[in-house]
């Protein structure tokens, strides 16, 4: 059974920084792509980062130079380091793999970015 969890989401203020944690259960990170999407209200959800199972990674153009994609094998965690936060980052982050058309999502972590 695969399992998502995500972490580290909260209220922070504009220009702030947050990382989230993407912990996983039943798949490798290491062999398999994944990608951070996020939903905010009345808004489709959108792939805002992913790397691929060769390690290549991939940003929309709204987060590309503020949020960088990492991960640890050793603990099957994927980070998602986000800097200089903007109130339009507000929303829920998933992580999912793989990384488009998932098959497998956590539930979610709430991130509000005060101005």
């Known amino acids: 059974q695969v399992q998502l969890v995500e972490s580290g989401g909260g209220l922070v203020q504009a220009g702030g920084s947050l990382r989230l944690s993407c912990a996983a259960n039943g798949v490798m990170f290491r062999f398999n792509s994944m990608g951070w999407y996020r939903q905010a209200p009345g808004k489709q959800r959108e792939l805002v980062a992913s790397?691929?199972?060769?390690?290549?990674?991939n940003y929309a153009d709204s987060v590309k130079g503020r949020f960088i994609l990492s991960g640890d094998n050793a603990k099957n965690t994927v980070y998602l380091q986000m800097n200089a936060l903007k109130p339009e980052d507000t929303a829920v982050y998933y992580c999912?793999?793989?990384?488009?058309?998932?098959?497998?999502w956590g539930q979610g972590t709430q991130v509000t970015v005060s101005s």
């Open positions: 999912a793999v793989p990384r488009t058309t998932p098959n497998y």
């Open positions: 790397i691929t199972s060769g390690g290549s990674t």
